[in-house]
């Protein structure tokens, strides 16, 4: 890995035996010394000579019951971390003591969660009795009374997102009740809100929205049953059925109508390939130049593209946000929806189907199976014509810019191991597009 100039303590940074005795003492946590806790290091955003965000995570070994603590950090650049310090306690006087703290060696700002840079209504999400007079309006509780709200967080983007779980306790109901929220940065859980709205009546398995707060940036949601689906599922006996059941899913979802202004077009795809390759110049250069040849060999049969249908897209297909309850398959997270070709919605699911295969060691005949019942259950399916040569070129193009842009960007070290993996197939993908198809021909 190329360290960045701009953050010459990046190495310390990204070091959990350097980071850890740091965050132990911000955090108050004197069973650090004695091994009880473990300092992990988890989402990682670098723009190379702008930002680095790094998310901590501390977790007790001696108590399993103990909720893990997060830490975000974010590196300045040495010269500067006061003066950053200091604009960012401007922006919120109001800030708790411990919420931010200077650290001088290595240069960086450190946010204690609840508290975040973005996320600024996250305290009164987790704030017991806050929480309960919220929870205890009509939209959300309906007439039973709330007696106790518990809490648990269930996943954190520092400076993006928070989901949270609730417990409730209601007046005249003897079970507690399930309630998601889904706390942003900005505003964009308005659009979310508007566009699952539209949603719940054509795509029945899926996650259901129930209020957006403004005030806070909240997305109120219902728990859906189910559990979220992962590779071991799809090695099992199985693993075929599941595959074509995956495919039925992304067609149902793609036939689904919605009126939404935000678009994903070909020019994000020739956008993302071409900020793969200035990523790799910056953070991988002995991996700039295969990446670059891959790159404009996929650009340079762009135009032979053939038109796109439009259709509602998750844009954010990935295994693990579909839900699986029996014979059920729904689909999470909908943040991303847009509209756009429903080839590339599909080629992005492929290309997880590689990054996990690959990461768990299966044989790229076993992805391949895969993969063709994948499609071939999307064609039966589907509402939408499917080109396969546009299909293969767009799988070509996401297996760099999204599999192997998203790894070098996390700088994932398990993911970038295998990045000339996802080039090779791509190369593979990207030579069976110029074939001439015909009936009863097979995806790959």
Known sequence: MKLDPCFPQMADALNPAVMGPLLSWVLDMP????????????????KPGKSLVIGYRLDTRSDPNTQSRYVT?????????SREFELERSKRPDLA????TLLYEPAMLLWAFPYDRKLIHLPGLLDAEAIKNRIGEPDLAGDDRVLAVGSEVLHYLPERSCMIRYRVSLGGADETR??????????????VFAVMRQLSNQFSWGAKTLAYDAQTRTLWQSPVPGRTLCWSDLQTAD????????????AAFHACKIDTAQRFNQSD????????VRLAEQTRPALAERIESAVDAVLADELNLPKPALATLHHDLKLNNFLVQGDKLGLIDLDCVCLGDPMADLASLIGNFYLHGLREGDSVEQMHTLVRQLVHSYMVHSVHTVSLPALRWQVAAALIHEVTRRSLRQMDDQRIAHIQSYLALSESYLALSKHVTGAGDAFV
Request: net charge negative.
């Open 73 to 81: 950090g974010r590196l300045c650049a040495p010269d500067l971390v």
């Open 178 to 191: 399930l309630l998601y929220a889904k706390n942003y940065a900005d505003d964009s859980g308005r659009e």
């Open 239 to 250: 693993g075929l059925a599941l595959a074509e059941r995956i495919g039925q899913c992304a």
């Open 97 to 100: 003591a411990g919420a931010l």
């Open 31 to 46: 069973d650090y010394k004695s091994g009880h806790v473990e300092c992990c290091i988890g989402e990682k955003r670098h």
């Open 269 to 276: 795809v020739t956008e993302g390939l071409l900020a793969t």
